[in-house]
């Protein structure tokens, strides 16, 4: 599998805008980049995926490098309940049946 | 709320007994994963059936089986349990449109 390396803990103040980054420097053609995120005590939490082109949504956006070999999660306005671990996950051919492999993640943290 | 359902959510033990976690998948999905979640081994992928058939394998223990059944609804099953077998377990679903796995919150696992 493709790994990604994300940095083990970031630290934003509430209501500022929040970049997560990833690097994936071995992603495959059809590798998608997938965020999750997990909230204490609960479940992870699909945020965003995409393949090549940035992708936005009610939760964030997704800036991926014309490479590909790095994204960004982009969270525009950080709140308390942001507050949790992102999981950057490459997924072949977003098949229904590949499953995802969770590395370590980013622990983010918010200041209020 | 996910849609997915785990039962239990909690459940003590003791070391050599057996347990059945139980999953119900979001209406309509026919793809069900296990993970299990434990402090020092973060989330790692058990298995995966989709539609009855096993579909693919992680570091799942012999001691360790699952099924799903017709009805879709799965179940994961820990025999000989060891300490080291406390953790969460997550079962999450996927649809056809593939690209977003929903997660259960889990069934706390404490071997005693």
């Known amino acids: 599998d493709a790994k990604t390396t994300q940095p083990n803990s970031m630290e934003s103040n509430e209501e500022e805008p929040v970049h997560l980054p990833c690097n994936h420097s071995t992603i495959s053609g059809t590798d998608y980049i997938h965020w999750y995120r997990q909230l204490p005590s609960q479940g992870p939490e699909y945020v965003i995926h995409g393949l090549t082109s940035n992708v936005n949504n009610r939760m964030a956006s997704l800036a991926i490098a014309e490479d590909r070999k790095s994204s960004t999660l982009i969270l525009h306005r950080a709140t308390l309940r942001d507050a949790a671990v992102y999981y950057c996950?490459?997924?072949?051919?977003?098949?229904?049946?590949?499953?995802?492999?969770f590395g370590g993640g980013t622990r983010l943290m918010v200041k209020p | 709320d996910s849609g997915v359902t785990q039962t239990p959510k909690h459940l003590i033990t003791a070391t050599g007994q057996r347990v059945t976690l139980r999953c119900s998948p979001r209406?309509?999905?026919?793809?069900v994963y296990w993970y299990q979640q434990s402090l020092d081994q973060g989330l790692q992928f058990l298995i995966q059936y989709y539609n009855g058939e096993e579909r693919a394998k992680g570091n799942i223990l012999e001691r360790f089986s699952a099924q799903q059944f017709p009805d879709l609804h799965s179940e994961l099953n820990l025999s000989s349990l060891e300490l080291g077998d406390s953790a969460l377990y997550f079962c999450?679903?996927?649809?056809?449109?593939?690209?977003?796995?929903?997660f259960g919150e889990g069934s706390r696992l404490t071997v005693l």
């Open positions: 996950i490459l997924r072949a051919n977003n098949n229904a049946g590949n499953m995802l492999t």
């Open positions: 999450a679903s996927e649809g056809l449109a593939a690209g977003e796995l929903f």
């Open positions: 209406s309509g999905d026919l793809s």
